[in-house]
């Protein structure tokens, strides 16, 4: 079954204690996402990397990490937790386009996502 | 970048249709996307408009119209499964990434 795959799905830890969320896709996606989900912000971008070792800040990078040493692959890091932190996270990946048109629509295939909560 | 802006809540009988606008601000368009989301559960796509025009699927359409910077979707013959958060969101000239509105929460009651 085609999927991205976020671990953990739940998460208690404490200010400070550095934490790995996993993310994996069995798609072949070139196009591979972070996102967090706060209630009236929605979703905003943390990171992305559009390839193999090519990544890039989205609009909330501070505090976080990631890495894209393979394509299937690519982990969140927490170095240092902090409290505002504390938010519902999700993995995205998808195809790059192709032009413009609907051949062009670079459809995102969402994690089931995960909840952090930072003490 | 955009500005994206989309209703907060809106809430709708069963049965009945109901229409989410959103309205957005970009230097240079290249499509634009509507996902749905359930209370707690990951987005899933239901639309993608480029050109303008209406793109029906089902009991769902989304309208575009890239001079108003104006898109909306539209859900016919509401069931209580449709209550969920709508996504609008737009992707910039020459990028990939597309940016996220705030979601519309639609209630649907009997």
């Known amino acids: 079954e085609a999927q991205v795959t976020q671990n953990p799905r739940y998460l208690i830890t404490v200010t400070g204690k550095k934490l790995t969320v996993t993310c994996s896709q069995n798609?072949?996606?070139?196009?591979m996402s972070w996102y967090r989900q706060d209630p009236g912000l929605g979703l905003r971008q943390i990171y992305y990397?559009?390839?193999?070792?090519?990544?890039d800040k989205g609009d909330v990078p501070e505090g976080y990490k990631v890495s894209r040493k393979e394509k299937r692959n690519f982990p969140l890091i927490l170095e240092s937790p902090s409290p505002n932190q504390t938010s519902l996270y999700f993995c995205?990946?998808?195809?790059?386009?192709?032009?413009?048109?609907?051949?062009?629509?670079?459809?995102?295939?969402f994690g089931a996502g995960s909840r952090l909560t930072v003490l | 970048g955009q500005n994206i802006d989309q209703p907060t809540e809106m809430t709708a009988t069963e049965g009945a249709i109901v229409q989410i606008n959103c309205t957005y601000q970009?230097?240079?368009?290249?499509?634009l996307f509507w996902y749905q989301q359930h209370a707690g559960e990951a987005p899933t796509f239901l639309s993608y408009?480029?050109?303008?025009g209406l793109e029906e699927k089902g009991r769902f359409s989304s309208f575009l119209s890239r001079s108003k910077g104006y898109s909306y979707l539209l859900l016919k013959e509401l069931q209580m499964k449709d209550s969920a958060s709508y996504l609008c969101?737009?992707?910039?000239?020459?990028?990939?990434?597309?940016?996220f509105g705030r979601g519309t929460s639609l209630i649907v009651h009997p």
């Open positions: 798609m072949n996606h070139e196009y």
């Open positions: 990397s559009m390839n193999v070792e090519v990544t």
């Open positions: 969101a737009v992707r910039d000239e020459g990028s990939y990434i597309p940016t």
């Open positions: 995205a990946s998808s195809f790059r386009p192709i032009g413009r048109g609907v051949s062009g629509a670079n459809v995102l295939t």
């Open positions: 970009t230097s240079g368009f290249n499509g």
């Open positions: 408009n480029v050109l303008d």
